[in-house]
């Protein structure tokens, strides 16, 4: 059976300067579907998102949306012609209510002689939140009461909201990456209300890294790779190993972890952690680290576990408890005053936490250690240029030079050159908070097989995984959060790990 | 013959660096050559060699004030004291000189230090904006100077102007107060370029949060900043002195739009994250021709001020990053 067709898109091309992103790229979207985009960073996904949100213009190609030709200029003109897109990054606006969010830039409807009627508006924003299933949420509420998984429920809903065509044909949805932050539990919820969205007659185009995610939700498949439109494949004909192929171009290999070069822990003690806590966070976290280990701590959202990560790391100060490091209790207010005492982060948000987007690549990675370049007490620019050149050719950075800012690379990229940051630190404990967020899968093996080159050096290393199954797969010993407290310890040998099943009972 | 290299690879350094800088520079540029075409076509007299001799005289100490005032808004900060600070040493200065001679210098040198370094410790440590922190410094460094002042203009007296005589030096037409305003811009672009104080200046403007978690000492460096401003505005204070053998309790107060209008028009960001101190030169050198240019046709004051305001409002213009929606609330 031929559904209608929706939204059909011609050989749009999209040239940066310096680069393709988006090559002469065709798909089309019919009614009722769930289209799944996948490719590694860059590939040009979110090029083609924003072309169709009408973010950015296309070089060549157009659109055709129910047959007529479409050519969003802003995002509002897409929002008219039935498409909506929730973003990457959140585009809430914290102070505000959660119905003032939903109706922003619509207030025209709840006004009187200027006034809004916040009554109606609370009640109608229930209205909506109850159309995509979200309940407990009091709509008067300011958003910054919620958590960002919740305010990610709240995104969908308004962007499903505000994407009605006012002839009531239906619309498309592009989700950008939306599971990224979500526990397993609102995976599943988003996932029903996806399908219950999609049963009206409406479509979803939606963009991840979690392959299994995509596998599981989508109708089809568009595979991404340098900016073209690889592959397209039905969900009877897709599996992981397929995709996976597509995108890099060279099969999975069963040694994704590099298990083979996990590091048994020797009994040097680094770094002891005694009755740590931070009120309203966490308490009583005791443990220690070696020289050579990954110690994986696992948790769900709120388990305490990025809080955990924050006090190490000299963000948060504890509230009790005392870290020594090599058996010396050191105190911590600053996160310099942890690296000087030899701790340095990787934090979660990349681009807000870990990179100066102005600064070149260069500049990035010599930040956390100045006096490995300086030359008669001054910074020479000749040794750092040098350092990271080396840096650019051993974790293979992709970029034109090393003065290129690194708000130019793409996340694998920008995250290869934290760690090059990270190495050139030199500090001994290493704390990695989602190390491989929002980075495609080639860019993670070289990644994970940094961390092992890492505790090859004896480093201790701590690590929050993006998945259970990675954080399994790459520490020698594993640290289950509930609630603020250590739940349990497993240790994970090469050999032996542990199953998530097992895993989960602790967190849940 | 490898420091010849060295010194060459400086320059072209420098060179790219320029280059890379965006329009703002290269307008600043342009309109200095065509503010130079226009008040020489009206007054011939502007090109002559004693007329360059005093726009870089003028150029001195808003020049200090300017390298001083960058360090600040690299951080994405502002100090509005500078000018009270001026003033106040300029005042300083004067009452010192008689009483303890020659090293009246080096107090005047450390109170714009220390005056520096209250307000960045007002701005880190207090958490107080520095917007209103240096709004209430300039406050009270302008009541100082009038208090100490007496309310009114106090001359050199005849026995210390040896002291002064340096003022005066010049080689050529260039005065030696120029010499040493760019000996202290020197000082401070190496502190920007080569040393982690110096960069992280730059980091803090563009991305605080990330620069604190990369390891990067967030209150030394902007301290640092502040301090770097009050020094410049201190030793603009005694040029200001030392030039008109007379300490004028508000001698420095339009300096402080100037500076930032200077600062502005080389390229800096209000925003921070952005800036050179090397290229400051360039803007310092068109807001003194103007202000030269406008005095060599006789333009009156009240409208120089007016011209001022004007110019720091299209500089933000033109630089500011529009994609960007930026405030400047720090």
Known sequence: ?508 | MSNNKRNLKGVKTLFTKINKNDISTILTVVSLILIVIIFTSINPRFLSLYNIKNILLDCAPLLLMTIGVSCVLFLGSIDLSNGAVASCSAVMLTIMLPKFGAVSFVYVFFYGAIAGLINGVLHTKLKVPSFIATLCTQSIWQSIALLIAGGQPLSMTPDVWPLLKWGKFSIGPIPFMFIISIIFMGIFAVIQFKTPTGRTFLAIGCNERAARLIGLKISFSKITAFTLSGIGAGVAGIFFAVKLKSGIPTVGEQYNLMSIAAAVLSGVLLTGGKGNILLTFVGVALITAIQNGMNVIAVDGFWQKIVFGLIVVVAIYINSDRKNFKLIVK
């Open chain 1, 1 to 508: 059976m031929q559904k209608e067709n929706i939204l059909t898109i011609n050989g749009l091309t999209k040239q940066y300067p310096g680069t393709l992103a988006l090559s002469d790229v065709s798909i089309n979207i019919n009614k009722g579907e769930i289209i799944g985009l996948v490719g590694e960073n860059g590939a040009g996904k979110s090029t083609l998102l924003k072309l169709i949100m009408g973010l950015e213009q296309p070089t060549k190609g157009d659109m055709q949306i129910y047959g007529k030709k479409y050519n969003p200029k802003t995002p509002l003109e897409a929002n008219k012609n039935g498409i909506g897109m929730v973003f990457q990054e959140q585009s809430l606006i914290q102070n505000l209510s959660v119905s003032e969010n939903i109706f922003f830039g619509r207030e025209d409807s709840y006004s009187k002689f200027g006034f809004v009627n916040k009554n109606k508006m609370n009640k109608d924003a229930e209205e909506v939140l109850s159309q995509v299933n979200v309940s407990g949420i009091k709509t008067s509420k300011k958003v910054f009461n919620y958590d960002f998984a919740t305010r990610q429920m709240i995104e969908i809903a308004k962007v499903f909201y505000v994407s009605q065509r006012e002839d009531e044909k239906n619309s498309i949805i592009l989700l950008d990456e939306p599971t990224s932050v979500l526990s397993e539990d609102e995976v599943k919820l988003l996932f029903k209300n996806i399908k219950k969205f999609v049963a009206k007659g409406d479509s979803v185009i939606f963009v991840s890294h979690r392959l299994d995610e995509v596998l599981e939700i989508s109708d089809r498949i568009y595979v991404f790779k340098d900016g073209q439109n690889v592959c397209e494949l039905n969900k009877e004909n897709a599996n992981e190993n397929i995709l996976y192929e597509k995108m890099v171009g060279k099969t999975a290999s069963g040694e994704y972890y590099k298990l083979n070069r996990q590091v048994t822990p020797s009994k040097k003690e680094l770094m002891k952690i005694e009755k740590l806590g931070l009120k309203g966070y966490f308490n009583d976290i005791s443990f220690s680290l070696h020289e050579g280990e990954v110690i994986g701590i696992c948790g769900v959202i709120g388990s305490g576990k990025e809080e955990l990560c924050e006090v190490i790391c000299g963000d948060k100060i504890p509230t009790s408890g005392t870290i020594k490091i090599h058996g010396e209790e050191k105190v911590s207010k600053e996160p310099y005053q942890s690296l000087r005492n030899g701790i340095l982060s990787i934090p979660k948000e990349r681009r807000e936490e870990a990179i100066i987007p102005d600064n070149t690549i260069s500049e990035n990675i010599s930040m956390s250690n100045y006096s490995k370049i300086k030359l008669n007490g001054f910074i020479s620019k000749k040794k750092e240029d040098e350092q990271a050149q080396t840096f650019m050719e051993e974790l293979n950075i992709k970029a034109p030079s090393i003065f290129q800012k690194v708000s130019n690379l793409s996340g694998g990229n920008a995250q290869k050159v934290v760690f090059a940051r990270i190495l050139a630190s030199d500090a001994p404990i290493l704390l990695l908070n989602h190390p491989t967020r929002g980075v495609d899968i080639g860019a993670k093996e070289e990644i994970y097989s940094l961390i092992r080159d890492l505790s090859e050096q004896n480093k201790g290393i701590i690590v929050i995984g993006d998945t259970l199954d990675e954080s399994i797969g790459l520490s020698s010993k594993i640290l289950v959060m509930k609630d603020g407290t250590l739940t349990h310890e497993f240790d994970a040998p090469s050999d032996n790990k542990p199953e998530q099943l097992d895993i989960v009972k602790y967190m849940m």
